[in-house]
């Protein structure tokens, strides 16, 4: 069976090491801090200026100028720091956060990646997601296999306009955990119950597939 | 010295038609809730808004655009804003999209008096088009060029009669950047105090950045996305 978006979010917690500062990107990415290890502490970074981010306040004690990278009512935990926009993304691109997870519309064999815009269709904008993935050390994208009309999402090349180029380092899928390497991308692990057949058939990019391929176990 | 103001309307009396302006803020998040008010008031026309957000349908930026006061947004992000997708896909408005951390460099450029900066930011991306790229250590960088705006438009927590300012959690966000960015920076804040009364350890802006400054009332303070988790 296919990993729900919560055990996508559960597998990508594995990766986490202790002493990490991360950055959780909006969606399945978010989900990570409610996974992370036994015994591994993590800062987690929100780049509209917070090293420290906790979870969600109790009702009533939402605070409006406390608020993550989302726009959504935060907390804090012991030991966090404020700072402006120019040092968030100064501590980003001078390699400082360890990981960064965020979701993608499409990823190439390359490691390039496309999720900010839908030419004609949306027009929102990129956020921090450029400097993001122009600068952290290591980057995983969290996202579905395939698209809603069943098309895959790891290609030989992006069609939609790229956030950035040569940057992502592993997906986890709703179908499989694969690490992008100069030869394509190379499938690691497979959800419980998932074939490699059906992988295969669902990864349009080159996809290097060596000796048993483990299942994901929780 | 004084660059203590009554109010908004006060503050902003001098803001022209086609001014570029720098407004602080990231979402509904330490904006200047008072200066755009009183700019709506004013009717000012032909703005340029430089600010991470264009706010909501009826809060922040979106009451300028709701007057069609704005010509052109430059942002990073604007996706909770329906009347500014509309004006968008319709022409009247023009918008340059740019990275969230440019948009940043960008204001401390102006504000540290640098003409241009270098970001790895948007490589390989449209965002590059028509930039210089230049390679640093085997790895390439867009050349930025510092904003030039008429005014900044900021939000401070505390602030004092000399223009020295703090701000609150979050809500510092680009405030500090804008603040040192405008030619004339406009500061708003939650509560004014006398000179000497601020611990100088604890400013976040030094004053000689402000050029006015003035106490708002009753800060509306807008969540955008109220979440909580429930007490067990």
């Known amino acids: ?218 | 010295m004084n660059k203590v103001y009554t109010d908004a309307s006060d503050a902003i009396a001098d803001i022209h038609d086609g001014a570029v302006l720098m407004l602080g803020g990231f979402g509904l998040c330490g904006i200047p809730e008072h200066c755009i008010a009183a700019l709506v008031a004013k009717g000012v026309k032909g703005l340029t808004c430089i600010s991470n957000n264009a706010g909501v349908d009826d809060f922040g930026i979106g009451l300028m655009l709701q007057q069609k006061q704005v010509k052109k947004m430059i942002s990073s992000y604007v996706g909770e804003n329906q009347e500014f997708e509309r004006q968008l896909l319709s022409g009247e408005l023009e918008v340059e999209l740019i990275p969230q951390g440019t948009l940043a460099l960008r204001c401390l450029a102006a504000g540290y008096g640098m003409p241009a900066v270098f970001t790895p930011a948007g490589v390989g991306t449209e965002v590059a088009e028509g930039k210089e790229v230049r390679r640093f250590n085997d790895k390439e960088y867009l050349m930025e060029m510092a904003f030039e705006s008429d005014f900044a438009l900021v939000k401070a927590w505390k602030g004092d009669t000399h223009g020295n300012l703090i701000f609150k959690d979050t809500a510092r966000n680009f405030n500090p950047l804008m603040a040192m960015a405008g030619k004339i920076t406009i500061a708003e804040v939650e509560m004014l105090v006398p000179a000497g009364e601020l611990n100088p350890n604890e400013i976040h802006t030094p004053g000689i950045y402000v050029n006015r400054i003035f106490e708002g009332r009753n800060y509306e303070k807008r969540i955008e996305q109220r979440t909580v988790r429930p007490r067990s």
């Open chain 1, 1 to 218: 069976m296919a990993l729900d978006k919560k055990q996508i979010a559960q597998r990508i917690a594995r990766e986490l090491r202790d002493g990490y500062y991360v950055n959780l990107g909006i969606g399945i990415p978010t989900l990570v801090a409610n996974y992370i290890p036994e015994g591994i502490n993590v800062v987690l970074q929100s780049e509209n200026g917070l090293l420290g981010m906790g979870p969600f306040p109790f009702e009533g004690e939402e605070d409006p100028d406390l608020i993550n990278a989302g726009k959504q009512t935060i907390t804090t935990v012991p030991g966090s720091a404020f700072f402006d926009s120019a040092m968030s993304f100064g501590m980003i691109r001078a390699g400082r956060v360890h990981l960064t997870v965020l979701g993608a519309m499409e990823v190439s064999e390359q490691g390039d990646i496309a999720n900010w815009k839908i030419p004609g269709k949306m027009v929102k904008g990129m956020g921090g997601a450029m400097d993001l993935v122009a600068s952290a050390r290591n980057i995983i994208v969290a996202m579905m296999h395939t698209n809603p009309k069943g098309e895959s999402k790891l290609l030989p090349q992006c069609t939609l306009p790229l956030t950035g180029i040569r940057c992502v380092k592993k997906i986890v899928s709703d179908l499989a955990v694969l690490d992008v390497t100069p030869a394509g991308f190379k499938l690691l692990e497979r959800a419980p119950g998932v074939s490699v057949e059906e992988i295969v058939s669902k990864t349009a990019g080159k996809l290097i597939v060596e000796g048993d391929i483990p299942e994901i176990r929780f």
